[in-house]
């Protein structure tokens, strides 16, 4: 129809403007670079926002209280204290229930329009989700701690030494940053921050409950004491018990830490994939 | 419809040849063709749901077209996706920006993401903040922002690059008028200084201020461009615009029957009657006559050329806010889309 008029006369370039372009290629580094950007800046939100991480800290201290003095006098573990088999477990389900804030935290900014804002930069394709998961990683780090002394305010003691409790705590954490990477994809599909609080939380309850978190598989039905006793979630509760009262470890640890590495090979390219579609 | 030049790649800042995208059923795009010249202010019109905001993330690599292809400054928008990134810079309805930072944080950051470096990133910040004058506000979370600041910060953060390309979607909608002439002038000031921008918005006195040149979408395609002038003159005629008390609007309306060259059109609201004209004086004189004669005393009585909106709806058949609660369409600001809406 109309062709495309002259305009007005161009405005005197800017000598800048006059060289070529030149073609920009992320240096490889540029993922650690860019991801440390992001945890700094996500951890700069937790640090700014204490009132969340209370909030994120009450629920589980009130799961200690409750199976603490609550239901623990009911349930009886045969040959250890209850509340020596409680905090292992409590540890293992607060990575995993701090792991849905992943979720949460990416499908948010995707709500405010701040991934469309880092996806329009010239910046590394995983850094957003790097930097989410590391931060969320040491937010954990920080809940795990706070737990441990929860748990010895009320009777908890590790029986096993040192080494293999700060290994309990490292297997707990691999089991929370694998957890983030699942919760990524889930939040990037998503892409509603209430959704994805129920998004996380669905599938996380029944692994959560229908584990040795809380008490002995030994006492469930036969066909729930099956799915049970092979879930992740039971195999880390049990490595990270074993770590911090002693007992076998050798299966339960391998268990957990390869199908941690199997987790995060299948869940990071696709929460990847996920970001660059968005 | 748009008919790019001959030379489609010679002096054009944004090119965009034939690009198509579907939503499932929905087509966002139909075979859109645009092409800016550096160093001027392509205006992008239509209401809600036309498409421009799905060309706005095609362009800034968010989204791949179904067939077509993209340049910016020559490079392909899916061939080279970072370095038209670095060439780009992306202002939108929602204010991208995070809550909890303060504004300058939030600039260091982007600035760091371009990897600017330390202190290079800090200038930029800073060199934003004067230029959008946050300076004050620099240190404070953006959560106390207003709305107009907030907005401000996030085309700030879209400039922490030196972009050559500035992409703006909507960035007025939502604003109060005093606040979106202050947006105006900055981005008066940015295209002063050569950078290119490409303008998305549903008001059509901003492309008439703004653009140099502007599209009409709807529905997908391209159904006008044009300069302002250039698609109101399609529009061809003056208006005659007479306002009397609503009491004699009946009246009045009866004895202007059969002047002009068009329907007249109706504001009971306002007790405004809008009359197409060919001849601007001839039919101002005989419309005073035959007030005069019956009696009635206007009580604004003018001359107007066509807005871009009656542009919009002698192109339609629809007027832009159709679709939407009806309201003046210059004067109303209308709810933010949700940032990801598809269109």
Redesign the interface.
């Given at each position: 129809m109309t062709a495309v008029p002259a305009g007005p006369a161009l405005p005197p370039a800017q000598p800048e403007e006059l060289t070529a372009i030149e073609p920009v290629r992320l240096p490889r580094s540029a993922i650690f670079a860019d991801a440390l950007v992001i945890a700094r800046r996500n951890l700069t939100r937790i640090a700014r926002t204490p009132q969340l991480l209370v909030f994120a800290t009450i629920q589980p201290v009130m799961f200690v209280l409750l199976f603490r003095y609550v239901f623990g006098g009911a349930i009886h573990v045969p040959g250890i204290s209850y509340v020596d088999y409680l905090i292992p477990g409590i540890i293992v389900q607060t990575v995993v229930f701090g792991a849905t804030s992943t979720a949460v935290g990416l499908s948010e900014d995707m709500s405010k329009g701040i991934i469309d804002r880092f996806r329009s930069l010239p910046m590394s394709r995983s850094a957003v989700l790097a930097g989410r998961t590391i931060a969320d990683l040491a937010r954990n780090v920080f809940v795990v701690l706070l737990m441990i002394v929860v748990g010895i305010a009320v009777g908890f003691r590790f029986h096993n030494g040192f080494l293999p409790a700060v290994a309990a705590v490292f297997v707990a954490l691999l089991l929370g940053y694998t957890l983030s990477w699942v919760f990524a994809l889930i939040g990037l599909t998503v892409a509603d921050p209430e959704t994805a609080q129920l998004a996380g939380f669905l599938p996380i309850f029944p692994l959560v409950f229908a584990s040795s978190v809380f008490t002995s598989t030994q006492s469930m039905p036969g066909w729930l004491q099956a799915f049970a006793n092979v879930q992740p979630i039971t195999r880390a509760a049990n490595a990270v018990r074993a770590l911090t009262e002693g007992g076998p470890v050798a299966t339960n640890l391998i268990w957990t830490v390869l199908s941690s590495i199997a987790i995060l090979a299948v869940f990071a390219p696709l929460a990847v994939r996920r970001y660059r579609k968005v | 419809?748009?008919?790019?030049?001959s030379s489609p790649g010679r002096?054009a800042m944004i090119e965009v040849e034939g690009i198509s995208k579907s939503f499932g059923e929905t087509k966002a795009l139909a075979d859109v063709d645009i092409?800016v010249?550096?160093?001027?202010v392509q205006g992008l019109l239509g209401p809600n749901g036309a498409g421009k905001t799905t060309l706005v993330?095609i362009l800034?690599?968010?989204l791949a077209p179904d067939t077509g292809r993209a340049r910016i400054?020559?490079?392909d928008v899916q061939k080279?996706p970072?370095?038209v990134?670095?060439?780009?810079g992306?202002a939108?309805q929602?204010?991208?920006?995070?809550?909890?930072?303060t504004g300058r944080?939030n600039l260091v950051?982007?600035g760091?993401?371009?990897?600017l470096g330390a202190k290079l990133a800090k200038a930029r910040a800073e060199e934003s903040l004067e230029r959008l004058g946050l300076v004050e506000a620099a240190d404070r979370?953006v959560k106390t922002y207003s709305g107009g600041m907030r907005r401000r910060l996030d085309l700030g953060?879209s400039l922490v690059?030196r972009p050559?390309v500035l992409i703006l979607d909507e960035p007025t909608t939502g604003l109060d008028p005093r606040t979106r002439l202050d947006m105006w002038s900055f981005i008066r000031d940015l295209?002063?200084?050569?950078t290119t921008v490409l303008l998305t918005t549903q008001y059509l006195e901003e492309a008439d201020q703004l653009a140099?040149?502007s599209v009409v979408i709807d529905r997908g395609k391209v159904i006008?461009?044009?300069?302002s002038d250039?698609l109101k003159a399609r529009l061809g005629s003056d208006l005659i615009a007479v306002e009397v008390p609503a009491a004699e609007l009946d009246q009045a309306t009866a004895a202007l029957r059969g002047i002009g060259c068009g329907a007249p059109a109706i504001d009971q609201a306002h007790a405004q009657i809008t009359i197409p004209v060919c001849d601007p004086v001839r039919d101002l004189m005989a419309a005073l006559r035959i007030l005069d004669t019956a009696g009635i005393v206007p009580v604004d009585l003018g001359l107007r050329r066509p807005s871009l909106d009656d542009v919009f709806l002698s192109l339609t058949g629809r007027s832009t806010g159709d679709d939407d609660l009806a309201a003046p369409l210059t004067t109303t600001p209308r709810t933010p889309q949700?940032?990801?809406s598809a269109a």
């Open positions: - | 419809m748009t008919a790019t030049t002096g092409s010249p550096a160093g001027t993330r800034a690599t968010l400054s020559g490079v080279d970072n370095t990134r670095s060439l780009i992306l939108g929602y204010a991208a920006v995070d809550e909890t930072l944080e950051m982007v760091r993401l371009y990897r979370p953060a690059g050559r295209v002063a200084g050569g140099n040149h006008a461009s044009g300069t250039e949700p940032a990801r």
